[in-house]
C-alpha cells in the first residue's frame, strides 16, 4: 500500500471539497485504489500557509474558517501563503494546484506547477490557464523531470472527457469534437426557452450561483474558448493558441430566435468545437449553433456539460455530466491522482 | 515493436471487419499504438478453418467469399471447423471469439475460450453468452494462467462501457446504471412516435437489417437483460443470473401510450438498469420506462444506445454511441487488445 504526501495549493472550493473526500473516504482507497492521501502542506492567498511533514487532519482542515490568515492558528501556520515553499519544501510527491484561473498569463498557477515539476514532483491541476496557454512547456518540463502532469478537471470538471479519449478511444480515429463546455451558458439558453429575457436568465443564473457578477466569460464564449484550445491540444495534436480560435457567444440571442428554433424542430446551443479537416489543417470555433434535436448534444439542459467525440471508426461517441461543482471537480483531482499511481506500478 | 499472433475464432461480420481494419491500418498502428497484428489461424462453421504460422493476408481474408468451406480454397485451408485446433496449435497469443451469442449455454463460444485461457492464450471477445453465463468461472480461470480476458464489445459494441466505468470513473462511488442497450428496440419506439403501429415499425427495423427474423430477443427485452447481468456482475460486483433480472419488453406498448407520454412532456424508453441500494442488496430489472424529458436517456434516438451511470461523486455521467456494427464491433476487440497491451507493458 502506498501513501503519497500530497500539498493543496489554493484552498477554495476544490481543494477543500478534496480534503472533505481524504477525510471521508482515505480508510476506503486503501482497498479500492491502493493508496492512500497524507496532506504535507497547504498555500492560499487569503488564508496563509501551512507546512506539517507529520501530516495534517484532513477533517478539520476541510471545515478551516474561511478568515484572512485561517491556516496560521493551526500549529506552524502562516499568516502569509508560502507558495514556494510549501510546493518544494513539505515533502509533497504530489502538488494539487487548484488556484484561479488566469487566462491571460495563467500565472501564478503556472509558475506553481513549474517548482513543482522542477522537482519531479507531480502536479494535479483543475485551472485552465495553464493548460490552454503553457501546456506544451509544462508538459515538455514534466517528462525531462520524470513527473506526472494531469488535469483531467480542467474540462467538464470530473466528468471523464481527456481520458475517456485518450484511453477509451485509443485507435477509434478521433476526427474531431463538439461540445457544450460551459454550464452557465447552456443554463442561461434552457431558461431563455422557457420564456425568460437574456437579462432574466442571467439574474437566475448569477442568485443560484453559476454566474459571476461579470458574466461575459461564459456567455461570450471565452471559457469555452479556454476548453477548446486544451482539448484541441491534448486530443487532435494542435498547437492552438487561443486567438487561433474564433469566438462568439450567445448574447446576440433571441427568446424569438429560439422560439423559432423550437417551431422547426431545432435548438441553439453554444457549441465549442475543433475538427481536423482533410487537408490536414484544423478548423476550430466557439459559437452558437442551431442543432437538430437528433444531434446528441441537443438534448443537454440545464448546467449539464457534455462532448461529442467524431470518429472514424464509431462515430459519434459522446460522454455528459456535470460540468463543474466543488466534489465533482475535486474528483478530477482524484481520478489525476489514480492515473498517476496506476501509471507508477506500471512502471 | 510488438507483433502479436492473433487467431480469428468465427468468421462473420465482426472479425471479417477485424480482419479488413489489419489490412488497412496494421502499419498506422505500429507507430500509434506500439504493436501489430499478424492473423495465424481462422475458424468457422460455414467457412472452415486455416492454420498458417507465417501469417495470412488480411486483406485477402476479409474479401474471402461467404460460400461454404470458402477458407479450403487457400492453401493449406480446410472445409472442417478445426476450431480446437486454430485455438491451440496456431501459436496465437490472443484469440479473437466472434461466434453466435447462445443465451442458454453460452456455447460452443465458452468452450472456446476455456480452450484458450487453460493455455494462457489471451481472449477478447463481443459474445455475450460466456461473458453473461460464466464470466466469473473465465475470469479466474484467466487469472490462474496469467492470461487476459477482456469482452468490452459484449455491451454497446466499441462504444466505451466497461472501460470507461473501470477506468475513468474508477473512485467516483458507482451505485448503479441504467441504459438503452438494444438499438432495435429504441428504433422501433422511435418510428412508433413517428406514429407507426408497433409491427409496422418492427417490420421496417428488419427491412433495414436492424431485426432479426424473430425479433423477440430485441423487443421482449432478453437481449437487454443478458447485458444487464454483464454489467451489474463486472461493474457492481453483484453475481447474477439471467433469472435474478426481472424482464418486460415494448411489445406492450401502443402508440397511443407513446403519444399520451410525449403529450405529458415525456417518453417511453426500453431501460436495463441495476442499482446497490442501501440495504447492500441489489436490484436489477429490464422494463419500459416513462422517462421525463430532462433525463439524460430521454434524447436518445434512433439505433443509438447509451449508459447513464448514477455515481456518488459526480452524479449521473451518460456515454451514448453506436450499439452495433461491423465496424463498430471489430473496434471493441481493438480496444481490447490495445488494453492488454498497456496492460502487459506495465508488467
Known amino acids: 500500500m502506498t501513501e503519497y504526501n500530497i500539498a493543496l ?7 477543500r471539497a478534496l480534503a472533505q473526500l481524504i477525510a471521508e473516504r482515505n480508510q476506503a482507497w486503501k482497498k479500492q485504489l491502493g493508496f492512500s492521501l497524507k496532506i504535507v502542506g497547504i498555500s492560499d492567498l487569503f488564508l496563509g500557509s501551512i507546512v506539517a511533514s507529520q501530516g495534517l487532519d484532513a477533517g478539520l482542515l476541510s471545515k478551516l474558517p474561511a478568515t484572512k490568515g485561517a491556516l496560521a492558528q493551526l500549529p506552524g501556520g502562516q499568516v502569509e501563503a508560502l507558495n514556494e515553499q510549501v510546493i518544494k519544501d513539505s515533502g509533497a510527491d504530489i502538488i494539487a494546484e487548484a488556484t484561479f484561473t488566469n487566462p491571460v498569463d495563467g500565472e501564478p498557477a503556472s509558475t ?4 513543482a515539476l522542477e522537482q519531479g514532483k507531480h502536479v494535479v491541476t483543475t485551472n485552465k490557464g495553464p493548460i490552454a496557454l503553457h501546456s506544451a512547456e509544462l508538459k515538455a518540463l514534466a517528462q525531462r523531470n520524470l513527473a506526472a502532469f494531469e488535469y483531467e478537471g480542467a474540462v467538464m470538471s470530473g466528468t471523464p472527457v481527456i481520458r475517456m479519449a485518450k484511453q477509451s478511444l485509443a485507435g477509434s480515429g478521433l476526427l474531431g469534437f463538439e461540445g457544450i463546455l460551459n454550464g452557465t ?3 442561461v439558453l434552457t431558461r431563455m426557452e422557457a420564456g425568460l429575457g437574456f437579462a432574466e436568465a442571467v439574474a437566475e443564473a448569477q442568485a443560484l ?16 474558448r479556454l476548453k477548446v484550445v486544451i482539448l484541441a491540444n491534448e486530443l487532435l495534436d494542435a498547437q492552438l493558441t487561443v486567438s487561433d480560435v474564433s469566438c462568439r457567444g450567445i448574447s446576440g440571442l ?13 435548438r441553439w446551443k453554444l457549441i465549442g468545437s475543433a ?5 490536414g ?6 459559437e452558437p449553433r442551431l442543432l437538430p434535436l437528433a444531434h446528441p448534444l441537443a438534448g443537454i439542459g440545464g448546467a449539464i456539460n457534455a462532448v461529442s467525440f467524431n470518429t472514424e471508426l464509431l462515430g459519434a461517441v459522446t460522454v455528459s455530466g456535470p460540468g463543474a461543482g466543488r466534489i465533482e471537480t475535486a474528483f478530477a483531482l482524484l481520478s489525476d491522482i489514480i ?7 506500471a512502471r
Do not use: M
Not at 209 to 218: L, M, Q, R
Not at 275 to 279: G, P, V, Y
Open 281 to 286: 489543417s484544423l478548423q476550430a470555433s466557439v
Open 275 to 279: 475538427q481536423r479537416l482533410a487537408d
Open 9 to 15: 495549493v489554493g484552498f477554495g472550493g476544490v481543494n
Open 112 to 115: 506553481f506547477c513549474r517548482w
Open 339 to 345: 492515473h498517476i499511481h496506476q501509471s507508477r506500478l
Open 254 to 266: 433571441t427568446v424569438k430566435d429560439l422560439e423559432q428554433a423550437r417551431a422547426e424542430g431545432a
Open 185 to 187: 451558458s447552456n443554463f
Open 209 to 224: 450561483g453559476y454566474a459571476e457578477a461579470d458574466p461575459s466569460a461564459d456567455v461570450e464564449g471565452f471559457d469555452v
